[in-house]
């Protein structure tokens, strides 16, 4: 199957701080997505990206399609307690299938 | 509106019983998947369905079967329950993959024993 990685796998930030991850492929993906998981849920999506070089943003949250189309990255700003949780990044070339990364959990020390 | 309403919440199965997991959507969404989601991997796509009647396999299909009789429905049937079948089962649904991604149930908490 596809493989993206993410990373960090963890992080652990104070209140206040801002937050990078990234997630790459080995394949050119047409649509990015990333989505946040909290303990018992689901994930929900927070944006998407459909393409290169296409920046977004939702609140404090913002993420970038890479040029090359094999990357993607999320930015949260000022982070707060209920930021807490796991970003998972989703890529598709189709739009039928979506692979997803392994996810990096986030930690927000009050 | 419920969204997407998964049953059951939790199940234990012994080693080759079979069972259904239940998916419903209330959205009229046409394309349904099947996730599951183990530590450390993510969540890696079972099947999928991009209509009614319609059903194609996943990355790790083997063990699974579905079918797609209406719109609103997707059930996922294990045939012979193995351990490593022991995961968190999730289903999606989405009305235009491309535009909205995925709406996600709450998931089922699956364990083989």
């Known amino acids: 199957g596809q493989q993206l990685n993410q990373s960090p796998q963890s992080m652990f930030i104070q209140e206040g701080e801002d937050v990078s991850m990234n997630c790459t492929s080995s394949?050119?993906?047409?649509?990015w997505l990333w989505y946040k998981q909290d303990p018992g849920e689901g994930p929900v999506l927070l944006i998407a990206l459909y393409k290169a070089g296409e920046l977004t943003s939702n609140g404090r949250l913002t993420a970038q399609f890479g040029i090359t189309r094999k990357d993607s990255f999320l930015n949260i700003s000022a982070s707060i307690p209920s930021d807490v949780g796991i970003y998972f990044c989703?890529?598709?070339?189709?739009?039928?299938?979506?692979?997803f990364g392994t996810g990096t959990s986030l930690t927000v020390i009050p | 509106n419920a969204g997407v309403t998964q049953t059951p919440k939790f199940q234990v199965l012994k080693t080759g019983q079979s069972m259904t997991l239940q998916c419903a959507q209330d959205m009229n969404h046409e394309y349904m998947s099947w996730y599951r989601q183990d530590p450390g991997m993510g969540l890696r796509l079972i099947h999928y369905s991009v209509g009614a009647g319609i059903t194609d396999q996943g990355e790790v299909p083997n063990g699974y079967n579905v079918s797609r009789s209406t719109t609103e429905d997707f059930p996922l049937r294990l045939l012979s329950a193995a351990p490593s079948q022991t995961s968190v089962y999730f289903c999606?649904?989405?009305?235009?993959?491309?535009?909205?991604?995925?709406?996600f149930g709450s998931g089922t908490r699956l364990t083989v024993v």
């Open positions: 989703a890529g598709s070339r189709t739009g039928n299938q979506f692979y």
């Open positions: 394949s050119i993906f047409n649509t």
């Open positions: 999606a649904s989405s009305y235009s993959l491309r535009n909205y991604g995925y709406t």
